[in-house]
Structures are given as structure tokens and as C-alpha cells.
């Protein structure tokens, strides 16, 4: 009886090589100054950028969670990469950091290199949106983890920020305003309840249900995660950012306050921003409660931002010049005693 060797047991270390060959010009395009040495060797190395007094790290990490099954039902490898470096650079921005390099964890059961280089080459048309490096990352194959033609993704981020410019919500008051930039749509969080809805109501992913306006259900349910990175760069530049909330799973209740200090509270004014129709979609499908809505998904704001009143005019030119929509969609209130989703409201 012959040896048993790795390939037999499932794990291709060819294959693996290939992809790495594959992956170095699509991090190439990614590079930034600051980069030393990137992907290839056993750890990326980036300095710190020049001139700054106290700069201060700040790291992110995050999946795209059952979005993933949505992708691979569906043969769309091409997106979920933007999403992966959406949902942890979103988050490090609300810091008032700039992003400087980007980690990927890529597991799968089989090596699929044309798949794996499908979706790293969206994480790395996403560092470019973001201006950050594609450091490095791992593949790992795990035979008899996942189900054939499955994968999973994780991301990790780190971007820098003056430590006087951080954004801590100290500078919040009652009486500031609240912008919200639009979102793209779903973006990567409630896909168990999105699919569960659409199974639900019987509706496939080629079909195009009359709140889609023509679109398929697959375009609007896979579209990318916004990336906000330069247009947080912008308006940080522009004028003086209170705080931001990336809005993900638990929505503007559940987000929102993680920025606001004891005893102030937000009032959105309901109807003063665009509701995409894929929300109308899912809502209508799963017969799904507005308070669950407002819960779950982001209801048509990536990003709010909270200014000083009289800056909310040149906040909103700032984003609609870097190719944002924004809207002024409510004020900061004090509201003494409320904590978590109590300090949101809505009105109107």
C-alpha cells in the first residue's frame, strides 16, 4: 500500500501556490506608501505615515456573515470581498481614522482557486475604494469542515488616527444635527431573515417582483456594502465631525447610541430619507413588523453623522461631492435617563 500523501487527504498545496501567484497583482494595485512588505511572506509590514504628533491605531474586524450562502447559491463571488472590507473599514472611520491596511481569512473545504480569486480580487477592488493596503491574509483548506463549494470570510482592519481628532462622542450636544448617507441596500447584515422571507413567499432570485422596478431579486439582494472611507475623509477634512455610527445589525437603534454621551438621545424624522425597494421587498415577504425593520437591517442609512447645526449644510455639499446621498434626517435631544434603544425615536 502506497503512502498517503496531503493532496489525498484533501488539502492541494498547489493549488493553494496558485492562488497566492494569482492574488500578488490584484494587492499590488492596493499599495500605499506606508507599505514595507506585503503579501508573500510570513506578516505584512506598514509604518506609520509621516508627521503626525500621537498617532493612535485603530483596528477592525468583521465577516459578511449568511450573505456567504446567498453568493454561493447563487454563483455572485464577486461582491462579498467589497462587503468584507466595507463592514470592518465602516467601522474603524467612525473614529475619525484613516485606513491603512487590510487582512483577509479565506476558509474553504476545497480549493477552488478560480472562485478564491474571484472574491479576493472584490476585497481588493474594496481596499482601493477604501485607499488601503491589501496587506496579506490566509487560505486555509479544511476538508470535511465545510460543505462542498462552501467558504467562509473574515477581514481585519487598522487604520490611524491623531489621537487629539479621535472621535469619542465628547464633542456631542443636544441640539446637533444628524446626517444620514444613503446605503446601497441590505448591505451585509439580516440575510437569515431575508432569505427565510423570500423562501417564504416563494420568490427566486431570477425573479422580479413589481417593488424592484425590473431589477432581479439577486442584483438588488447581492449588491455591495457602500464604503464611506473617502467620503469620512472628506468631511472630517471639511469640518468638525461630532461623531459617525456605521449603521449595521441592529440598525439605528442599536447603533446610533454607541456614539452618544449619557442623557442625549436622537429624533429621526421619518420619511426625510429614500427607503430602497428591496426593504419594501422583504418587509412585504416575510410580513415583517416596522420595529423589526428598524432592528434588523439599515432601512436606507450606512453611516449617520452628527454635526454642529450650522455645519450640516456644508456637510451635506461635502458628501454629495464625493458622489454620496445625504440627508438631514434628525437632531440630538436631551433625554435624561434613556440608555441603548430607548434614546431613539422617531417622529413626524
Not at 465602516?90 to 473614529?95: F, G, L, S
Amino acid at each position: 500500500m502506497s503512502g498517503l500523501t496531503y493532496k489525498e487527504s484533501g488539502v492541494d498545496v498547489e493549488a493553494g501556490d496558485r492562488l497566492v501567484d494569482r492574488i500578488k497583482p490584484l494587492a499590488a494595485r492596493t499599495r500605499i506608501p506606508e507599505v514595507l512588505a506585503g503579501v508573500g511572506g510570513f506578516a505584512g509590514l506598514c509604518a506609520l505615515p509621516s508627521g503626525m504628533k500621537e498617532p493612535i491605531l485603530v483596528s477592525g474586524t468583521d465577516g459578511v456573515g449568511t450573505k456567504l450562502k446567498v453568493a454561493i447559491q447563487t454563483g455572485r463571488h464577486d461582491t462579498v470581498g467589497i462587503d468584507l472590507v466595507a463592514m470592518c473599514v465602516n467601522d474603524v472611520i467612525t473614529c475619525g481614522a484613516r485606513p491603512l491596511f487590510f487582512l483577509d481569512y479565506f476558509a474553504t473545504g476545497r480549493l477552488d482557486v478560480g472562485t478564491a480569486e474571484r472574491v479576493i480580487a472584490g476585497i481588493a477592488r474594496g481596499c482601493e475604494e477604501a485607499g488601503c493596503a491589501l496587506l496579506g491574509g490566509e487560505t486555509a483548506e479544511m476538508p470535511g469542515f465545510y460543505a462542498d463549494g462552501e467558504y467562509d470570510l473574515a477581514g481585519f482592519s487598522v487604520g490611524v488616527v491623531e489621537k487629539s481628532a479621535i472621535l469619542d462622542g465628547s464633542r456631542v450636544r443636544p441640539g446637533d444635527a444628524v446626517i444620514g448617507v444613503a446605503s446601497s441596500g441590505l448591505h451585509s447584515n439580516g440575510y437569515s431573515l431575508v432569505r427565510k422571507a423570500l423562501e417564504r413567499a416563494g420568490i427566486g432570485w431570477q425573479d422580479t417582483p413589481p417593488e424592484l422596478g425590473g431589477q432581479s431579486v439577486i442584483d438588488a439582494v447581492i449588491a455591495p456594502t457602500r464604503i464611506y472611507a473617502r467620503a469620512a475623509k472628506a468631511l472630517l477634512a471639511a469640518i468638525d465631525v461630532h461623531a459617525m455610527a456605521h449603521i449595521t445589525g441592529g440598525g439605528l437603534p442599536g447603533n446610533v447610541p454607541r456614539v452618544l454621551p449619557p442623557d442625549v438621545g436622537v429624533e429621526f424624522v421619518r420619511g426625510s430619507w429614500p427607503r430602497p425597494k428591496v426593504f419594501d421587498l422583504v418587509q412585504r415577504a416575510g410580513a415583517v413588523s416596522e420595529e423589526e425593520m428598524l432592528l434588523a437591517f439599515n432601512v436606507g442609512l450606512g453611516l449617520v453623522v452628527v454635526v454642529a447645526e450650522s455645519d450640516a449644510p456644508k456637510a451635506l455639499e461635502t458628501l454629495a461631492a464625493q458622489g454620496e446621498q445625504a440627508f438631514l434626517v434628525g437632531r440630538l435631544v436631551a433625554m435624561p435617563g434613556a440608555r441603548d434603544e430607548a434614546c431613539v425615536r422617531f417622529v413626524g
